[in-house]
């Protein structure tokens, strides 16, 4: 990563940590990982896209950059394409601003996940820094540096194998694309030939399933990266944290933000699966790999939203245990002094209020959250979750070719 990128990396990190710093609880230097070394897409972003104000990449400029790179070129396209772009004909049942799959796809789904691929990296950090300055995570500057050294050659090879597969990927289903395509009454062929908008949609294809392994290889990288992490750290829980999750709810919202990538793929997904088969002679090729990416969001939903939160769940428990074995092991000593004097009748109303106070402290240890995160955040995922489910749901009982028709009458008009 070029030094101007680690700068702006690094002003992120130490403001969030300036901010998070208490009285109560003296400066802890950050663990700083470098989880964008080796990635191109990083790079460019700290080059053009960064917010000043948070030295993060702004969320409007990715946006911006995503639509300009694949939507509008392929709208000028469209427009100019030999084919009428809102009327339906014997050449094109599926004219181009019929197909919203494609619409929701570059104006939605790419620039989500290619925000959330930009800022994870500004996202970890203050996550760990917040954590760490609130006493949460306690972890060795020495063990800290060598982490950061040794995730940093990682990620390097992570991004640099999520490139060459992004790359693959993108050429093949790009590829893919064309043979489906070509021979239906799509907006991108006509007669069997490729017009011009057809080669602007298959390098919109190339970069959307170019970004989707460097997006899941890299979150991945994330949670065993978290896995080491709490490893070499011991996690102190506040029991009595606003956050209600022991302090550590920053981390549990590294899991929601996965999840609402995933939820903005499932919906993309429900318009394919209910859009093309309505004007489209879909093989029974392309209605599998459709069914299979409906089974796999309903099976890895749950798994990109508690994947990076089980090494902290490892960690809670271990600290709850912990410390309820000391307070059993301070009881039975107490227990054990006041049956010898149990005998003797000489038990003080000191020895009452030890045992009490035990007790309470018992009470409060047992209480303390074992998940990284608290019910509002629970909500926050299930009802993402479910959205897409939702969609198909009312997408079968409802006529969407009725609502298509009139959509594609408005933007004729």
Known sequence: MNKRSTSALSRSTSALSDDSSTALN????????????GSWLHRLSCRYLLSPATGAPSVFKTWIAAVASTYLPLFVAARWSSLPIASRTAEVSLPFLYDWNVAF??????????????????????????????????????????LGAEWKSRFRKINRAARVIGLSLG??????????YICLPFWIARHGKLLPVGFVYLWCIFL???????YILRNIGISYLLKDVVAHAQISEL????????????????????????????????????????????????????????????????LVFI????PFRAGMLRTKTELMSEVAQRLRVELHRLRQQL??????KEDEEMIDRLRKLGSVIDQLPVWPFDFGTLRKFLSAYVTPLLGAALAALAKPETILSALGRLFKH
């Open 26 to 37: 003296p400066p802890v230097k950050p663990i700083e990982i470098d989880t964008a070394a």
């Open 105 to 146: 796809m570059f104006l939605v789904t790419f620039p989500v996940l290619l925000s959330l691929t930009l800022r994870d990296q500004s996202v970890l950090a203050s996550s760990l820094t917040r954590v760490q300055a609130d006493g949460v995570l306690i972890i060795p500057d020495r063990k800290a540096a060598s």
């Open 171 to 180: 050429a093949f289903l790009a590829w893919s694309n064309y043979h489906t």
């Open 208 to 214: 959307f399933y170019v970004l989707v392994p460097v």
């Open 239 to 302: 029991p009595f944290h606003p956050d209600q999750s022991g302090g550590l709810r920053p981390v549990g919202e590294i899991g929601l933000r996965n999840q609402y990538g995933l939820t903005v793929v499932g919906v993309n997904i429900v318009i394919l699966g209910f859009l093309y088969p309505l004007y489209l002679h879909i093989t029974s090729g392309v209605a599998g790999l459709i069914a299979a990416a409906g089974i796999a969001y309903v099976i890895f939903g749950p």
């Open 307 to 310: 994947g990076p939160l089980l």
């Open 343 to 348: 005998q003797s009748g000489d038990i003080k």
